[in-house]
């Protein structure tokens, strides 16, 4: 028998967990480019930290925190451009944080109100979709638009291993693929799809290798190491915008938190297991890295930290200053144009100014 | 207007023509083709995407040809993959473009109930109507050919229940042109949803481009005993139902419904008013139905009026059968329309 195909699952690291990195792979970076990124996961942190704390005060509703994946997402979001577009799944505050999003509207999503993720103008950043991998033939879909139109972006669609189990994400890989869509699939393996292991998802030993039945390429990072996923998501972004079409990035990581505030994960994952990546976490190894090159000192650390937690409390001040919305909200926003049973049940409900 | 006026069949209709040749006839088919060729040589942002909309067929002629016309980028065949075309579709839509998404059998739509009315129809809403789905979904009932239990549904109730959709069944060539626009440019997602009878129906279509206000109805025939709300195919059989009918000396208004979500209440209670009689003849099953809506908002708003209990035409409450014996005794037509016409008169 001939063998008629072959494919090869790359790894890439370049940060291992004692900070020390493969230059040949570094990407080319300034001190004030590499400061900016341990800048956002601070502030990431500081907002993550505050949100679980103002839901355990009853000051917002669920959260699902970022803990622990703060280097797939903020690696991947800094290494688009600013108009490219994003599609978030729940679990992407790091995403939109590193994006510019405005923190207190985050917040205010948090607490329940759809106003929250009206994005900014001037970011194209899509709602977060909560359903599970319904986001990314919508990706597919804008990507399709941005090569009809020969703007040279690209869509970048967030899910997790376990929306990776669900047909949209087969259907969309596949179309992807068919249409040479400008799209990057960024897979956050955190291994945890709730209470699911990463093993009852597939029996496939990676992720990343099912881009390979799609006819595109695929490739596994590890999710804790900031600078490489920074990388591959560039290389994607430029094969998207050279006319290559898509790139499925699987983000090796590791969910640190519950599932969400609503969840209890001790339940049905062990200790060790979690005490074991948390000392993979993103942040320890990006500290030591800077800490070699001379670009971290602890008064400098004491300071990015004294100023994202301002940052973080003037937001949260704001986002509860918020006004409420307005009853008629509820009717006006589902049409284009108010229907005549919605004019009358404006009325009929008194909302009606 | 000529254009408003139905007629039963072609040699009706060339009848008609012979009398008025300033005026063009168009069938049903080529008022849907001629309505998509024009919206895409005016407006780049419109594109057709669906299983074989490219094919020699062409979607039972209504997208012949236009792949060679405007191209493959703009007219595009797709994996069989129903639930993300319709999700490609909405990113597109909200990404800027207006797709035309042709799923050939509503009986295809169950696969992409997820886009459609998790996504499509609550977006504006979620997001504070930062979001505008632009998007037509165009979907075909069959009937007759053995198309059987999951080739031949009427699943128009099922998409009618959801806000942020709407609904349009034209029933002549003139709607079918007119109301195709109309959906295109509408700001939210319609499903439009064609009947294969009502392909070789001719009837006038000017030539240039033009819109039919979608939630609107129209009275077909003007009458004083009774009101008949057609829906689609049953259109015609109504007519049918009200020549019979005149030949006894009863007098029925037919409404052609044209658009089932957001519905022309005001269209129908005035007719009842007129009447105190009313039977709807829908093309699908009767609980929930558009009949149902249609006889609430009488009940409603013109209770008073009603001179008897309203009756529904609609499909027997079981699946579609195979045989041509069994689907013969299946459909209601006209006859059944005239019975209930006349139950609701106590004869």
Not at chain 1, 317 to 345: G, H, S, V
Not at chain 2, 78 to 104: C, D, K, Q, W, Y
Request: aromatic fraction near 8%; charged fraction near 25%.
């Amino acid at each position: 028998m001939d063998i008629i195909g072959s494919f090869d699952v790359k790894f890439l690291q370049i940060i291992n967990e004692a900070g020390v990195c493969d230059a040949a792979l570094l990407p080319s970076m300034e001190a004030p480019d590499l400061k900016k990124i341990f800048e956002t996961m601070i502030l990431v942190r500081t907002f993550n930290q505050r949100a679980l704390s103002l839901q355990r005060e009853g000051r917002i509703g669920t959260y699902a925190s970022v803990l622990g994946q703060e280097a797939s997402q903020i690696g991947s979001a800094l290494a688009l451009e600013k108009d490219d577009w994003i599609f978030p799944s729940f679990r992407e505050s790091a995403v939109l944080i590193s994006r510019g999003y405005p923190m207190w509207m985050l917040y205010r999503y948090w607490m329940g109100d759809e106003r929250g993720m009206k994005a900014p103008d001037d970011m194209n950043i899509f709602p977060m979709s909560v359903p599970v991998g319904t986001q990314l033939p919508h990706a597919v879909g804008a990507a399709f638009a941005m090569k009809y139109r020969n703007d040279r972006r690209v869509a970048a669609v967030y899910f997790g291993d376990g929306g990776s189990s669900r047909g949209d994400f087969h259907e969309a890989l596949n179309l992807a693929g068919v249409f040479k869509s400008p799209v990057i699939f960024l897979l956050q393996n955190n291994q945890w799809a709730i209470s699911v292991p990463r093993a009852r998802q597939t029996a496939a030993a990676t992720l990343a290798q099912r881009a390979f039945g799609y006819g595109i390429p695929g490739i596994q990072v590890d999710g804790n190491d900031i600078l490489a996923v920074y990388r591959a998501t560039k290389e994607a972004a430029d094969r998207a915008r050279g006319g290559e079409g898509p790139t499925l990035i699987e983000c090796y990581t590791y969910r640190l938190d519950d599932h969400t505030t609503a969840d209890d994960a001790s339940r049905y994952r062990r200790k060790e297991e979690v005490e074991e990546w948390r000392e993979k976490e993103p942040l320890l190894r990006f500290r030591l890295f800077l800490e070699k090159k001379g670009l971290r000192t602890k008064e400098y650390e004491e300071e990015v930290a004294k100023k994202a937690l301002e940052a973080v409390d003037k937001e949260i001040e704001k986002a509860e200053k918020f006004p409420p919305p307005d009853p008629a909200d509820i009717i006006r926003y589902t049409n284009f144009e108010l229907t005549a049973r919605q004019k009358t049940e404006l009325k009929e409900f008194g909302w009606e100014k | 207007m000529p254009w408003t006026k139905v007629y039963g069949n072609k040699a009706e209709f060339e009848k008609h023509l012979a009398g008025e040749p300033g005026l063009r006839g168009l069938t049903y088919r080529e008022a849907l083709l001629e309505a998509a060729s024009q919206m895409l040589a005016s407006d780049p942002s419109v594109f057709v995407i669906g299983e074989g909309v490219d094919d020699s067929g062409g979607v039972f002629g209504t997208t012949k040809g236009l792949h060679q016309r405007f191209g493959k980028d703009r007219v595009m065949d797709s994996p069989l993959a129903e639930n993300a075309v319709t999700g490609i579709a909405v990113g597109a839509a909200v990404a800027g473009m207006r797709p035309i998404l042709v799923h050939m059998r509503v009986d295809f739509m169950p696969l992409t109930m997820d886009q459609i009315i998790n996504h499509a129809a609550k977006w504006r809403y979620m997001f504070g109507g930062k979001l505008n789905v632009p998007l037509v979904i165009r979907s075909i009932v069959g009937r007759g050919w053995g198309s059987a239990a999951q080739h031949s549904q009427n699943l128009q109730a099922l998409f009618a229940h959801i806000p942020g959709l709407k609904v349009v069944m034209p029933s002549t060539p003139f709607d079918a042109k007119g109301l195709l626009k109309a959906s295109v440019y509408d700001g939210n997602p319609v499903i439009f949803i064609e009947h294969r009878w009502l392909y070789e129906h001719m009837g006038h279509v000017p030539e240039e481009s033009y819109t039919v206000p979608i939630g609107k109805g129209i009275v077909r025939r003007p009458g004083k005993d009774a009101t008949v709300v057609g829906i689609s195919h049953m259109v015609y059989e109504s007519m049918k139902a009200a020549e019979e009918l005149m030949g006894e000396g009863i007098d029925c208004e037919v409404i052609d419904l044209r658009t089932i979500r957001p519905m022309d209440t005001g269209l129908i209670i005035e007719s009842v008013k007129k009447t105190g009689r009313l039977v709807v003849a829908d093309t699908g099953w009767k609980d929930c139905g558009p009949g149902s809506e249609i006889i609430t908002r009488v009940v409603e708003e013109a209770f008073g009026f009603l001179k008897a209990p309203a009756r529904r035409v609609n499909l027997p409450d079981v699946p579609t059968p195979a045989s041509p014996a069994l689907e013969k005794a299946y459909y209601p037509g006209a006859a059944d329309i005239v019975s209930a016409v006349k139950k609701t008169l106590g004869k």
